[in-house]
């Protein structure tokens, strides 16, 4: 006979949190959120380690290199999405690794035989007003002088005046060489009345520039996560048919941290992927598995070396793989059952495998409410997918911006690779396990992570927690009854129009 739960499956707005006595020296800037990202033995340190506990979905709607850089930078990761070509997936990691907090690559240069009509009409186009001038007028060419609006004035200097005769020169130029750090390069730009400084490499070739404005860049963003080599942090999504391939490139690229991509991970294919990397790169590549919702999945995974554990099928905003094959479980059910899976594991084994809560997070407080149940950190596909810095295009519908927004189990994101289980089909992608959506449009993702993670590390307080590790063990936890949920909200008042 087949095998019946006891209780119902459960999801996150079901329970509240009680509060505990709260500290008086329990208070939000005394609250840390750094989380481990990657298996460790107990009683050490994981090895990656991200200041804010989230991270961004796998999806092509969501995780591009813009969207990586702007979470890495305010502490959290992104996982760029698989459901591409190897090359393409390399370039963005790529791109991630190369930036540099207050280093900017020039996108407006011009060649010394330009003019200035050129350069005005470069102005009105990007609405820079330093322009580097280099041999061949690409970003990376020799560096043979800068122009700004000081060097001419529109009532004396003909349009046809070529830039070689107007620019400052090279050897009128304050540069800083390629390597130097974001505070030499600041003192620099301050001892020399500077607004920007051009960083060159050894042969002269223009490397980046650095603004006065970006001088305040790592103090407006603490928390940014870098690697050894003071590069941001970014992982990288993979698939368990072309990891042969895939992983290489993408370790190549700089990945930090990998992560198979899977609506079901609780599979042979999944454990292979695993065992294969592990035994090439041993413990030097990180990969995390999923998704799970209980102890069997995740206890699998462990043994067959996953670095982290995704838990969740079915909860995603854009998800309908319930609807259409009766697959999956509610997303706090899943993960109290894992989170106790991992504590047992954790024991056992003396081995410690974080675990991800992916995916159904609808308000803010659900963050912390996964936490509470467990999580080390939480993914989230619809949130980001709503900032500026998501991959997605921004309409307007009626008197609304929006964003678009899409399953990688829907017909426009085809990512085959994520829900075929290894079969030869030759008709990938029978049915559609996601939606084509559209999100309202919420702007920077900065202003809104903020406000988030302030709720976040507020909730730890009433629960007198000021880290993620307290808070799994102090948090107390209740069942809501439906009526307590109208309670919750405001009621009984008729609300005034905004
Ligand atoms: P959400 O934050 O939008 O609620 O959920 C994002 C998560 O949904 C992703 O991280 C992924 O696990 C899952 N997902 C992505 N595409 C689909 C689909 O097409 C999906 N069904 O379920």
Redesign the pocket.
Known sequence: MAYFYNEPSRTFSEYLLLPNLTKKECIPEKVSLRTPVVRYKVGEKSSLEINLPVTS???QS?SDATMAIALARCGGLSFIFASQPIDKQVEMVEKVKKYKAGFVISTANLSPEHTLKDLLALKAKTGYSTVPVTEDGSAGGKLLGIVTSRDYRLSRTPLKCRLKEFMTPFDALVYGMEGISLGEANDMIWDHKLNCLPIITKDRRLAYLVFRKDYDDHKENPEMILDQDKRLVVGAGINSRDYAERVPALLEAGADVLCI?S?DGYSEWQGETLRWIKERYQDRVKVGAG?VVDKEGFTYLSDAGADFI?V??????????REQKGIGRGQASSLIEVAKARDEYAQKTGIYVPICS?????HDYHMTMALAMGANFV???????RFDESPSRKLKIGSNFVKE??????NR?R?WE??DYGFDSEQKLEF????DSYVPYAGKLKDNLDISISKMKSTMCNCGATSIDQLHTVAKLTLVSSTSIIEGGAHDVIQKET
Not at 312 to 321: F, H, L, M, N, R
Not at 358 to 362: F, K, L, P, Q, S
């Open positions: 979905a796998i999806m969501v991509d609506s998704n995704k969740g099928i079915g909860g995603g905003s854009i998800c309908i793989t992916d995916g159904g997070i609808v993914m989230l596909g619809r949130y980001f997918a927004y899409w399953g990688e189990g829907s994101a990512n994520r829900y559609e396990e996601g939606i």
